[in-house]
């Protein structure tokens, strides 16, 4: 049974729409990140947060944008949506720390977007 | 920078078969290293990782892995495929010097024929 979830699991919008995709976590994981994956293709970290009020921006650039005001919560936000931004976001989470500091994630099912 | 190369992008097995998919990483030290696994339209779900100790790791599902540092592999076998195999399957590679973010391979896809 999943302990993070994500809505919408399909999104079909228009161009020029605001988007707003949830994630929320039951684990009390201190960590949440963002990935985008593109059909067959790897993920790319986009955005991520060691805690809240912290987001940090990840290895691919990304016009979304995030916020983290509650620990299980952390919705991406794209303002205009476009056809570039069509894609699979994934959510994860993982402990802080750990005895080897190693992050173990937890992902979302996802949710896949497609702008017209 | 870290970086994972998994050089099958797609793997045709059939069921009952034995399964191998490489993995290669480039990091100066042990990283940790993981692999996971997405059945079509889902999450990624985790079936084993290496941190430490003993090279030889057990998963989920069957499945295991050795970690072989003189050759920075990290390669998933399973003895008997199953039809259920079927999947993408991501290497992905942790360093505490890059702050715990993982790095993802492009990922092995895995046909099972009947």
């Known amino acids: 049974e999943a302990d993070i979830y994500q809505t919408p699991r399909y999104l079909v919008i228009g161009t020029g729409k605001k988007i707003t995709l949830e994630c929320s976590q039951t684990?009390?994981?201190?960590?949440m990140y963002w990935y985008q994956q593109d059909p067959g293709m790897e993920l790319h970290l986009i955005h991520y947060?060691?805690?809240?009020?912290?987001?940090e921006k990840g290895d691919l650039s990304s016009e979304s944008t995030v916020s983290r005001i509650r620990t299980e919560h952390f919705p991406l936000t794209l303002e205009s949506a476009r056809p570039s931004h069509t894609s699979q976001y994934l959510c994860?989470?993982?402990?802080?720390?750990?005895?080897?500091?190693?992050?173990?994630?937890?992902f979302g099912a996802g949710s896949r977007l497609t702008v017209l | 920078a870290q970086s994972v190369t998994q050089p099958d992008i797609h793997i045709t097995v059939s069921e009952g078969a034995s399964l191998e998919l490489r993995c290669n990483y480039s990091?100066?030290?042990?990283?940790?290293l993981f692999w996971y696994v997405q059945s079509p339209g889902q999450g990624l779900q985790l079936l084993l990782k290496?941190?430490?100790?003993?090279?030889l790791v057990q998963g989920i599902k069957g499945f295991e892995a050795e970690f072989k540092r003189s050759q920075s592999s990290f390669n998933l076998r399973k003895p008997s495929v199953h039809w259920s195999d079927a999947a993408e399957y991501f290497c992905?590679?942790?360093?505490?010097?890059?702050?715990?973010?993982?790095?993802f391979g492009g990922g092995t896809r895995v046909l099972v024929k009947p």
């Open positions: 290496y941190f430490s100790g003993d090279t």
């Open positions: 947060s060691y805690g809240v009020n912290s987001t």
């Open positions: 992905a590679v942790g360093a505490a010097a890059a702050g715990n973010k993982l790095t």
């Open positions: 684990m009390g994981h201190d960590k």
């Open positions: 990091y100066g030290a042990t990283p940790y």
């Open positions: 994860a989470s993982s402990e802080l720390g750990g005895r080897t500091g190693a992050n173990v994630l937890t």
